[in-house]
Structures are given as structure tokens and as C-alpha cells.
């Protein structure tokens, strides 16, 4: 290679080197207007930040849910119904829509005096108590903490749960401290004051399972397909625990005796077409029938409106023995 040749050689290699030093500092210049949210500190969600302060500019922003004096909207809140819920809960939204989902109205909150911390608040429309209830009770975290402030809530080490009238409602804290619980808490109080509900009826669901070896806060609400039928819908189940066997007891008021006598038929016919055995229980429980399927027991009652019963049970006595002590607790 001649000196000129090389000499051109190194010259367009130095160019080239210059050029894609450019290229990144370009790159490393650009990037920094365009983060992602979800990793910006708090200050930095406000819309309209001019620089000259960290903290929101929330006067204009009307708030979701009534707050604490020394409290303020972070963001606009959002609105998403059917059609754009998996836009928000990407994964949950099935299980809301199959509970009866009507609408989430959604907001971040912030705290005056704690700007290093913000929680979002998630407003649930359900239509009714029961479906409401639904979605807290197959929601419930494994670390959850009753709270006195209703007797469907309770919390985690950042977060509240609330099931109220037709509401479903959490609030979501981005750091677990009891300064935020102390916020969160009074947001959700706030939020009770202002939405009054009528009282529960004298009868319900909840209330009939018997006390005896009730696991507590176990009860849920199962919205459709309960058990892989698909003709089962609205069940309440309950664990229990007997003689040092869990349980599952199950429970759904229908609108008339025909309705639940026939999901008891159907439910019954659907699992002897995967294999279920008749089964001759050791005690009579109406017109209750026991089947053992993979080694497992099912029984399955009908009482006036009430289709009850117990599921997948490993213990065919202790089965038998709580299946009774649901059908007597039942009204005819």
C-alpha cells in the first residue's frame, strides 16, 4: 500500500470514527426528553413542568375522589370502560368483565410535604354489591391485613382494598410507609362518607355458610364458569377446616327452587362425563349426591333456591360431615 493510499485510509477511518461519536452524542441528547414514565421520580409526572419548581401544578386538575386539605391531584384522571379496559389492567380486565364491569375512573394522588411518594386510586363501577364483592374477594392479596374501616377491606404494605355499595376500590402507593397508609386510609374513609349505601339485606349469601371451621376471610364471590361449568355462575365458596382437612364449601341463591334443582342435575351430569364415580354417602343430606372424581370427593345439594355443596374434597367423612352442617343452615 502506498503512503497515499494509507495515508487516505486513516483520514476516511477518522472520519468515520468522528461520525459515530456525533451520531451518540445526538442519540445521548434526544434521549433525555424522552423517558418513560414509569421510571420518573415524582415530580417529573406533572404536565407543564417549567423547570422552576418540582412540585405538580394540580390547582387546575379536578380530583377523582375527595381528598385530605394537604392533598392534590398529580394527574388528569383517566375513564375506561368495556372496550379500553385491558388498556389500563392489561391481563385482569376478563375477570372484572365477567364480574359485571361497568367503568374505572382512575387518578394519581400526591401528599403535600411528601413529594417523594404518590398513590393512584382505582374507582371500579361494578353495578351491584355482589359483583363488587366478587372481584375484592378473588383479589385478595395472601398478604392482606383486615381494616376496621368496612367489613370488605383491608391492606397490604403499600396498598388498600375496599369493596363498597357497587364500588370496588384500591389505592396503590409507590413506597410502603405508615405516613402513606395514614394518607391512603383517610382517602378511603373520605370515600365511604361520600358514598353512602343502603343497608345489606337481612339474608345473605355470606352470612349462611355455619360458622364451625370457617376459615376466616376466606369467603369469595366466583362470577362464571365456577368449577369448569359453564352453567354455574354466582357461587359464594368458603374454606374450611375439619379434623386437619381443608375444604371448600360452595353456596348460590338462584330465583327459583326449579333453577337450582336443575344446576344441581346439570352440575352433577357435567362431572360423570369426566369420569366421576356414584358414591353411597354414610349420611342422607337431602337430595344431595356424592361422586368421587380422581380422588377427590364432590357433593352436590339443592335446598328451596339455594344449589350448595362441597368441592374437591381429599376426606370423604369430613365431606360428608360439612356438606350436612351447610344443608341444615339453609333455609327451605
Known amino acids: 500500500m502506498s503512503d497515499e493510499t494509507k495515508h487516505k485510509a486513516e483520514t476516511y477511518i477518522s472520519a468515520s470514527v468522528l461520525m459515530i461519536l456525533a451520531g451518540i452524542a445526538v442519540w445521548i441528547f434526544l434521549a433525555q426528553f424522552h423517558f418513560n414514565p414509569a421510571v420518573l421520580p415524582t415530580a417529573s409526572l406533572s404536565s407543564g413542568n417549567t423547570g422552576q419548581s418540582s412540585a405538580p401544578e394540580t390547582k387546575t386538575v379536578q380530583s377523582l375522589i375527595s381528598l385530605p386539605e394537604n392533598a392534590a391531584p398529580l394527574t388528569k384522571p383517566e375513564v375506561f370502560d368495556a372496550g379500553s379496559l385491558s388498556d389500563k389492567i392489561d391481563g385482569k380486565a376478563e375477570l372484572y368483565l365477567s364480574a359485571g364491569f361497568l367503568q374505572l375512573k382512575c387518578q394519581r394522588i400526591t401528599e403535600s410535604g411528601n413529594p417523594e411518594s404518590w398513590s393512584e386510586v382505582f374507582v371500579y363501577d ?17 398478604d392482606a391485613e383486615p381494616l376496621d374501616v368496612s367489613e370488605y377491606s383491608y391492606r397490604t404494605k403499600n396498598a388498600l382494598f375496599l369493596a363498597h355499595g357497587n364500588y370496588y376500590l384500591e389505592i396503590i402507593s409507590s413506597a410502603a410507609s405508615e405516613k402513606n397508609f395514614d394518607f391512603m386510609n383517610t382517602v378511603i374513609k373520605n370515600f365511604i362518607r361520600d358514598n353512602p349505601v343502603k343497608s345489606a339485606a337481612a339474608l345473605r349469601e355470606t352470612d349462611l355458610f355455619p360458622e364451625p371451621g370457617l376459615i376466616e376471610n376466606s369467603i369469595a364471590l366466583l362470577s362464571a364458569d365456577v368449577f369448569g361449568y359453564n352453567e354455574l355462575n354466582r357461587v359464594f365458596t368458603a374454606g374450611y377446616k375439619i379434623g386437619g382437612t381443608e375444604l371448600t364449601a360452595f353456596l348460590s341463591r338462584r330465583e327459583t327452587s326449579e333453577e337450582a334443582a336443575r344446576l344441581a342435575s346439570g352440575f352433577h351430569a357435567f362431572l360423570m362425563t369426566f369420569g366421576a364415580k356414584e358414591q353411597n354417602p354414610s349420611v342422607q343430606i337431602g337430595n344431595a349426591k356424592l361422586v368421587e372424581i380422581m380422588e377427590s370427593y364432590d357433593i352436590i345439594f339443592s335446598r328451596g333456591t339455594f344449589l350448595g355443596g362441597i368441592h374437591e374434597a381429599e376426606n370423604k367423612e369430613a365431606a360428608e360431615k360439612l356438606a350436612d352442617s351447610l344443608y341444615r343452615h339453609l333455609p327451605d
Do not use: W, Y
Open 126 to 142: 361494578m353495578g351491584n354489591p355482589d359483583n363488587a364483592f366478587s372481584v375484592f374477594s378473588s383479589q385478595r392479596r395472601q
